[in-house]
């Protein structure tokens, strides 16, 4: 045994070192900096953050260099380091109102108060490979964007004046905190929010498709969806109020569905929200319409089974870091486990054998 342990922790090092090679890559080839990284593979450091509950681009950029680009593996990297930060407090409910758009788009009003900002987007690029970003040099920037400082109402705030969309009070109550206390079912919609907000993009996409085709009563049309800037605050007991502390990025949708009504509540609009650090508006629709369709049983909807509309399934499996632990765990050492699965198939099969047998005789 005492070799055997050797061995293994002799190999293991082993692995790491050629992990540490083989992530490097060739060295005549420049090594990649944390800076172009967070500036040039943006969308991928704003997932690693939103999915590792952390918001800092320079550690997410550290964690998918370190990951050699497996932003799974990166989101676990962010996340264990997170358990290891002190909690010094809270920062108030950021205002996502007073948020300073570089996109805010409705596509349920063309006309909207503070106007509709296109913004940095590939909705409307061909999705042809551009060979001139392999040429050598820089492509030339656009000019730069002044930021666009207009009021910019909320859109569903136009339905709700006229009682067309369901009401939602704003609750004094704090929200539990999903990662200092494990998840219980049934789960309230801050809890439910805050899952959804830090799950596997490309499950609640997979979720919130299944939705559009008919698994589950939803219509969404995209009420308002914004990108930019908000400010933090953090009360300090010492002064008495709350002062800034930083600025950070976030993307919000909401959206407006149909809803025929129920027994408790009459037609009207409903809607589904999605709050994402980051330019990360892919997951913020998906959360959205995977939010809305939760939602069936506090409107008095009937529940058509639909897999977006079972609580427990999509909480359970959206953390792809629950996942990955449980479904890569597979592939370590199993002998025990597998010996005693052996003897067992080896047993059930003479057993059938020599019934088959006696049935022949």
């Known amino acids: 045994m005492y070799v055997a342990v050797k061995g293994g922790e002799r190999a293991i090092d082993n692995a790491h070192a050629w992990l540490a090679e083989e992530r490097r890559g060739n060295p005549e080839i420049a090594e990649l900096s944390l800076a172009q990284i967070r500036e040039q593979l943006a969308l991928a450091v704003n997932r690693v953050m939103a999915e590792g509950s952390l918001y800092d681009p320079d550690l997410a950029a550290l964690a998918i260099k370190q990951a050699r680009g497996d932003l ?113 079912y049934p789960a309230g919609r801050a809890l439910r929010l805050q899952a959804l907000s830090r799950g596997d993009e490309g499950f609640l996409l997979g979720m919130a498709y299944s939705t559009q085709r008919g698994y589950g009563r939803n219509h969404p049309f995209v009420g308002e969806l914004r990108i930019g800037t908000v400010e933090v605050e953090m009360e300090i007991p010492e002064l008495g109020f709350a002062i800034g502390i930083g600025e950070i990025t976030l993307t919000e949708c909401e959206t407006v569905n149909q809803f025929a009504g129920s027994k408790t509540e009459p037609p009207q609009f409903t809607r589904g929200y999605g709050l994402v650090f980051g330019q990360t508006e892919r997951k913020a629709i998906s959360m959205a319409l995977v939010d809305r369709a939760l939602r069936w049983e506090e409107l008095g909807e009937d529940d058509v089974g639909a897999p977006a509309q079972d609580e427990e399934f999509v909480l ?14 597979i592939k370590l050492p199993h002998y025990v486990d ?21 049935a022949a005789e």
């Open 338 to 358: 597998f010996q005693s699965e052996l003897e067992l198939v080896r047993r059930m099969r003479a057993e059938a054998l020599g019934a088959r047998q006696e």
């Open 72 to 184: 799974i593996e990166a989101i676990f990297l962010i996340r264990a380091y997170r358990t290891t930060l002190p909690r010094i407090g809270q920062s108030e409910p950021v205002e996502t109102g007073a948020m300073v758009c570089d996109r805010r788009i409705s596509a349920t009003f063309k006309d909207v108060p503070g106007g509709q900002v296109l913004g940095p987007t590939f909705d409307y690029t061909h999705r042809l490979l551009d060979f001139k970003l392999a040429a050598e040099g820089e492509v030339p920037a656009a000019e730069a964007a002044t930021p666009d400082l207009a009021d910019k109402p909320r859109v569903t705030g136009f339905l709700n004046r006229d009682g067309l969309i369901q009401d939602e009070p704003a609750s004094d109550t704090a929200p539990p905190d999903m990662t200092r206390q494990p998840m219980e």
């Open 316 to 329: 359970a499996h959206s953390d792809n870091i629950q996942g990955t632990g449980f479904l890569e765990h």
